[in-house]
């Protein structure tokens, strides 16, 4: 299977992404799945980026299998076992798990339903799943900008981007709101989600974050006809902190599985 991921984990810009990932949502992450975490308890991280979810996890005492496709962030991690795999390619071994995370994963993966399916199905009884996603505003709404000319380019880069990154082959823009219905028809239990998100500023992390995005992808939008000019401005723009604008929110949910519900054996 071709690589769905447009982005890059072993990279300079895919190291900053993690960071940025890690500031702006360890903290809730924690508290999402605190519940399932005890000593002993068998964890599966996946998409583990710089691993900030997994050491904390296995520093709380639990097992921790961390995957992903890039593992160059993945080295420093004690006591978590790691593994570049392709989650596509199924659960890897040390089931059934207690918990089972994945934060912007996902949405990048076409068969994400299916995966999803599979994840509740690895789950011991008693154990949760929980997901993280981005998902973004469609269209973008634009609050303020510096310069007379700055709208334009923020709605052809971003228009562009949306174009080739996103739909039916592409990164799934609004999964993270149907992933509370999919986790309730996978047969979970307490299946809960939340929404929240700030306005994307210049210079802050959530403008970083967004300007990280699109750096990673502006060679394949120069190639595409995007002006190197309008890319250059619109880097500038998001450091700019007269820049401001919706352009993306959060979402989390999770379920358990049931005490008793049939594990699959492995
Ligand atoms: C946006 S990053 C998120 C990293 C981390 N979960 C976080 O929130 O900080 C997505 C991660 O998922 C990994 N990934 C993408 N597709 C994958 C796949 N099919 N199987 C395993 N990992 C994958 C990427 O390499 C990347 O490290």
């Not at 002993?40 to 961390?66: F, K, P, T, Y």
């Not at 570049?84 to 199924?90: F, K, P, T």
Request: aromatic share 6%; net charge negative.
């Amino acid at each position: 299977m071709t690589r769905e991921y447009h982005f890059r984990t072993a990279t300079d810009l895919g190291r900053e992404q993690t960071e940025l990932l890690q500031e702006m949502l360890d903290e809730r992450t924690r508290q999402l799945i605190e519940p399932a975490v005890r000593p002993g308890a068998r964890c599966l991280e996946i998409g583990a980026g710089s691993g900030s979810v997994a050491r904390w996890l296995a520093g709380r005492g639990a097992s921790v299998v961390a995957v992903d496709l890039d593992t160059e962030q993945l080295t420093d991690l004690r006591d978590v076992a790691v593994l570049r795999h392709d989650i596509n390619e199924g659960v890897p071994p040390g089931g059934p798990f207690d918990l089972i995370h994945a934060r912007t994963v996902l949405m990048h993966l076409q068969r994400r339903e299916q995966i999803l399916g599979e994840l509740a199905a690895a789950l011991a009884p008693g154990g949760m799943l929980a997901l993280g996603e981005v998902c973004l505003h469609d269209p973008p709404r634009l609050l303020a900008v510096p310069e007379p000319g700055d709208a334009e380019v923020f709605q052809r880069v971003l228009g562009m981007a949306r174009e080739a990154f996103t739909g039916p082959n592409g990164m799934a823009l609004d999964w993270g709101l149907e992933m509370d219905g999919h986790l309730a028809a996978a047969g979970l239990q307490e299946v809960r989600s939340e929404l929240f998100g700030e306005p994307a500023v210049g210079g802050a992390t959530v403008g970083r974050y967004v300007r990280n995005l699109l750096l990673q992808l502006s060679p394949a939008l120069a190639e595409r006809g995007c002006a190197q000019s309008d890319l250059d401005r619109f880097a500038e723009l998001f450091l700019d902190p007269r820049m401001r604008c919706w352009y993306l929110h959060f979402v989390f949910s999770s379920g358990v599985k049931a005490n008793g519900a049939a594990t699959p054996t492995s």
